[in-house]
T-cell receptor
Framework: SAVISQKPSRDICQRGTSLTIQCQVD?????MFWYRQQPGQSLTLIAT?????????ESGFVIDKFPISRPNLTFSTLTVSNMSPEDSSIYLC??????????????FGPGTRLTVL | AQKVTQAQTEISVVEKEDVTLDCVYE???????LFWYKQPPSGELVFLIR????DEQNEISGRYSWNFQKSTSSFNFTITASQVVDSAVYFC????????????WGAGTKLIIKP
């Protein structure tokens, strides 16, 4: 399976600032996703990162708050803008490649642990 | 509507005991996919298994086994002879065709294996 890296692995930020998280994959993939996992909670999908077009956001998430870029098939960024303590979470990117037999499992990056003070 | 329920919030057992993690799902589709993931304290999500709705064979992988029963809409996960390294949060998830690969996640079960 593809190797996924995320940077930074963790960060502590001040409220009102923004942080950009990078997700790099060692092979080309069709579908990339960004998730948020708040402390002690399950995963919540933020958006699907589409290559060459605007990301598709889930209900409750907006582009102004979580702008996403996907310049090519191996890289994506998620920015958490104008942060507040409620944004403290683990942010994960994942990928789902194309393959035979239908839907493939998603593989996840190591995550970015964000703390907002 | 699609839904995944993991009713067990936390399970604690002593090492070498067998433990079963429950997963019940709801879907209107006849074709769907079920998954289990492991999230150790390090935070990384590790894919364990995918099961297609048209394949009801149970799966065994070492100490891990999965029991898929469409009649009860369940996809339970059993760890035999548990070890401390099995301590993690385990998530069950569901995906349906046409959902653009999106996963519906259960709330997760925290498994604590005591030495």
């Amino acid at each position: 399976s593809a190797v996924i890296s995320q940077k930074p692995s963790r960060d502590i930020c001040q409220r009102g600032t923004s942080l950009t998280i990078q997700c790099q994959v060692d092979s080309q993939v069709t579908m990339m996703f960004w998730y948020r996992q708040q402390p002690g909670q399950s995963l919540t999908l933020i958006a699907t990162a589409n290559q060459g077009s605007e990301a598709t956001y889930e209900s409750g998430f907006v582009i102004d708050k979580f702008p996403i870029s996907r310049p090519n098939l191996t890289f994506s960024t998620l920015t958490v803008s104008n942060m507040s303590p409620e944004d403290s979470s683990i942010y994960l990117c994942s990928l789902s490649g194309t393959g035979t037999g239908g839907y493939n499992e998603q593989f996840f990056g190591p995550g970015t642990r964000l703390t907002v003070l | 509507a699609q839904k995944v329920t993991q009713a067990q919030t936390e399970i604690s057992v002593v090492e070498k005991e067998d433990v079963t993690l429950d997963c019940v799902y709801e879907t209107r589709d006849t074709t769907y996919y079920l998954f289990w993931y492991k999230q150790p304290p390090s935070g990384e999500l590790v894919f364990l298994i995918r099961r297609n709705s048209f394949d009801e064979q149970n799966e065994i992988s070492g100490r891990y086994s999965w029991n898929f029963q469409k009649s009860t809409s369940s996809f339970n996960f059993t760890i035999t002879a548990s070890q401390v390294v099995d301590s993690a949060v385990y998530f069950c998830a569901l995906s349906e065709p046409g959902s653009n690969y999106q996963l519906i996640w259960g709330a997760g079960t925290k498994l604590i294996i005591k030495p």
